[in-house]
């Protein structure tokens, strides 16, 4: 049964076997990501930036309306990781819902054009990378539009909430915390 703000999706335990449990977001993560992926109206656009093998990918993708397409950004840098991810999104049938972007967050950004209706930022956790992510990416959020942090409050990478709390809190409307996922709308 879903809690407000939150989606569990008929294919979560078959997403958690396919994409490995400690791997990625953990559930009530998957459960939030989820149900602000399902916000999205029909043909919108979702990006993440930071998608490993594909879990949080995942549950938002499983849980978008008919139309919206998903762009995953990530280096890859090592080969096996992009084809497990490839891997996943095909097992869920999601692969024509969801592009990967493979490269620097930054300079996939530099070619981007798109509204953007939810963003995920899951990459390196650093203050000058989760800044660097959204300095590049959050100004394609429309007004209205839905961004989501994943490691806010996480003991291990104290830069994501400090990053938040100082400058996104800024630009984009606290919607709440659940487990490690701070989100939020861009102010009109
Ligand atoms: C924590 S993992 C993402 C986990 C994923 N969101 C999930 O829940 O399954 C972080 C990912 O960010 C990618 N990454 C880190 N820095 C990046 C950058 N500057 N540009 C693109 N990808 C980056 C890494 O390659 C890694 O796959």
């Not at 891997?87 to 024509?96: D, P, T």
């Not at 972007?101 to 950004?109: I, K, R, T, W």
């Not at 989760?130 to 590049?136: R, S």
């Amino acid at each position: 049964m879903s809690k407000e703000g939150l989606l569990r999706l008929p294919a979560h335990d078959l997403i958690d076997q396919s994409f490995g449990r400690h791997i990625g977001v953990k559930d009530v993560d998957a459960q939030r990501l989820a149900w602000l992926a399902a916000q999205v109206p029909e043909d919108g656009v979702v990006v993440e930036v930071g998608s490993f093998w594909g879990r949080s990918a995942g549950f938002m993708a499983a849980a978008m309306r008919p139309g919206v397409r998903m762009y995953c950004v990530d280096k890859w840098t090592n080969p096996v990781d992009l084809d497990r991810f490839q891997r996943n999104m095909a097992k869920l049938g999601l692969e024509q819902s969801v592009s990967p972007l493979q490269g620097d967050s930054v300079e996939v950004a530099r070619g981007w054009e798109m509204d953007i209706d939810l963003l995920h930022i899951d990459a390196t956790h650093t203050y000058a990378m989760v800044q660097a992510d959204f300095q590049a990416w959050a100004h394609f959020v429309r007004p209205g539009g839905l961004i989501a942090f994943h490691d806010y409050g996480a003991h291990t990478w104290p830069a994501v909430k400090r990053f938040v709390d100082e400058v996104a809190a800024l630009e984009f409307e606290k919607l709440g915390v659940h487990q490690l996922i701070w989100s939020g709308r861009k102010i009109l």
